[in-house]
């Protein structure tokens, strides 16, 4: 079956940094997505990786090894907005979206 | 005002009551999708079409059933709503290219059936 793993919760402090890990287990592969989701809203699309090695955007970067199935978002900086779950998700081999059930990041003062 | 609308934001229904959602886009896209969100779970893919006279079945598409009225709209419909129906609907939508899959979600309908 295809699995997507990641840490249900995490807690972090305004200012720092925080990694949150993803591994999968897909048929296929045609990339990997990051999406942010506030409480009560719509997942927002944060980064794309179809590549081995890491991609920065601003404060947030994201890494995929696709020998490992491992990928990881670093949140850099963290501030108080960036309290919301992260949705890891895979384009399996006939383009379908496998999510995993996200990670609730909690960031405190 | 949104890319992606859905009416109704929130809805309270019986057991055995037919319920439709409804979503509008102004994106051009020609791709749709309906997704359920339940606490702890990943989000699940319920129907997808990928333009008007193709529609395809998701992973838990029994109980539901969908609509492409045009390239904007696609309708999800409840046909006999049952309590564990209850969850988060989205409607999303994204373009047609192969390798890319950033979908772009409306603000979500949340169903709750007694």
């Known amino acids: 079956g295809q699995n997507i793993d990641q840490p249900t919760e995490m807690t972090a402090t305004e200012g720092a940094i925080v990694q949150i890990n993803c591994t999968y287990q897909t048929s ?9 989701q506030h409480a009560g809203e719509a997942p927002t ?23 490992k199935g491992y990928s990881y978002l670093l949140l850099k900086e963290l501030q108080m907005k960036d309290s919301a779950s992260y949705l890891c998700a895979v384009l399996d081999s006939n383009y379908q979206l496998i999510w995993g059930a ?3 990041l909690i960031i405190k003062p | 005002d949104a890319d992606v609308t859905q009416t109704p934001r929130n809805r309270i229904t019986k057991t055995g ?6 979503c509008s886009q102004t994106k ?14 990943g989000l699940r893919l319920i129907y997808y079409s990928f333009d008007v006279k193709d529609i395809n079945k998701g992973e838990i598409s029994d109980g539901y ?14 046909e006999s709503a049952i309590p564990n129906q209850t969850a988060l609907y989205f409607c999303a939508t994204s373009v047609g290219h192969r390798d890319t899959g950033e979908l772009f979600f409306g603000e979500g309908s949340r169903l709750t059936v007694l």
């Open chain 1, 28 to 36: 296929g592969f045609n990339g990997l997505f990051w999406y942010q």
């Open chain 1, 45 to 67: 699309f944060l980064s794309y990786n179809v590549l081995d090695g890491l991609e920065e955007k601003g404060r947030f970067s994201s890494f995929l090894s696709r020998s």
């Open chain 1, 102 to 104: 996200g990670t609730k």
């Open chain 2, 17 to 22: 009551k037919r319920i439709m959602l409804e």
């Open chain 2, 28 to 41: 051009g896209h020609d791709r749709m999708y309906w997704y359920r969100q339940d606490p702890g779970l």
């Open chain 2, 65 to 78: 059933s969908v609509s492409r009225q045009a390239q904007a709209k696609f309708s999800l419909s409840l």
